[in-house]
Antibody, heavy 116, light 107 residues
Framework: EVQLVESGGGLVQPGGSLRLSCAAS????????MDWVRQAPGKGLVWVSR????????SYADSVKGRFTISRDNAKNTLYLQMNSLRVEDTAVYYC?????????WGQGALVTVSS | DIQMTQSPSSLSASVGDRVTITCRAS??????LAWYQQKPGKVPKFLIY???TLQSGVPSRFSGSGSGTDFTLTISSLQPEDVATYYC?????????FGQGTKVEIK
């Protein structure tokens, strides 16, 4: 059974940092692109970042470029999102998702709240 | 960046009605289009990929069509459990933009 389990969310002050993790199981992790998608409270889905199977190719939404870094450890079947210089507008539920041309599996989401 | 525009932003229909949601891309994306259903407080569910291919386990009352810039999601006979917000997504190129969502309610 495919499972994606996020961790690392929480409350952080503006300007602070947080690292999200997404532990994957039930599939060949290194064979898939993986993405992060976020959803601010009461708002729609917004694509954040993606990474290819061996970690050599990444891309970011303009709103997070230069502040967020996506990475993966295929030995640990884990996807990461390092978030620096956090802003109030980064407050959202962050989902990791398996990218097979559309997202067929999603994690349960990790809530990140940026507030003073 | 490719912009995805959905219409309507919300709709109310009766059980058994045929419901159609439109998604328009700001430039051609071939058939690199996915649809998702999100119920309140839940994780999005993958419905359709490649514009018209139904994901395994999705009821056959859901269907998708289109290519290039214009796409539709159709629910042939609306059921109470279909109350949700529906999103289209371009995966032709990064950023893999979503539409703003269409909220479907029962009249």
């Amino acid at each position: 059974e495919v499972q994606l389990v996020e961790s690392g969310g929480g409350l952080v002050q503006p300007g602070g940092s947080l690292r999200l993790s997404c532990a994957a199981s039930g599939f060949s992790f290194s064979s898939y692109w993986m993405d992060w998608v976020r959803q601010a409270p009461g708002k729609g889905l917004v694509w954040v970042s993606r990474i290819n199977g061996d970690g050599s190719s990444t891309s970011y939404a303009d709103s997070v470029k230069g502040r967020f870094t996506i990475s993966r450890d295929n030995a640990k079947n884990t996807l990461y999102l390092q978030m620096n210089s956090l802003r109030v507008e980064d407050t959202a539920v962050y989902y990791c998702a398996r990218d097979q041309g559309g997202y067929d599996y999603w994690g349960q989401g990790a809530l990140v709240t940026v507030s003073s | 960046d490719i912009q995805m525009t959905q219409s309507p932003s919300s709709l109310s229909a009766s059980v058994g009605d045929r419901v159609t949601i439109t998604c328009r891309a700001s430039q051609g994306i071939s058939n690199y289009l996915a649809w998702y259903q999100q119920k309140p407080g839940k994780v999005p569910k993958f419905l359709i990929y490649a514009a018209s291919t139904l994901q395994s386990g999705v009821p056959s009352r859901f269907s998708g069509s289109g290519s290039g810039t214009d796409f539709t999601l159709t629910i042939s006979s609306l059921q109470p459990e279909d109350v949700a917000t529906y999103y289209c997504q371009n995966y032709y190129s990064a950023p893999e933009t979503f539409g703003q969502g269409t909220k479907v309610e029962i009249k």
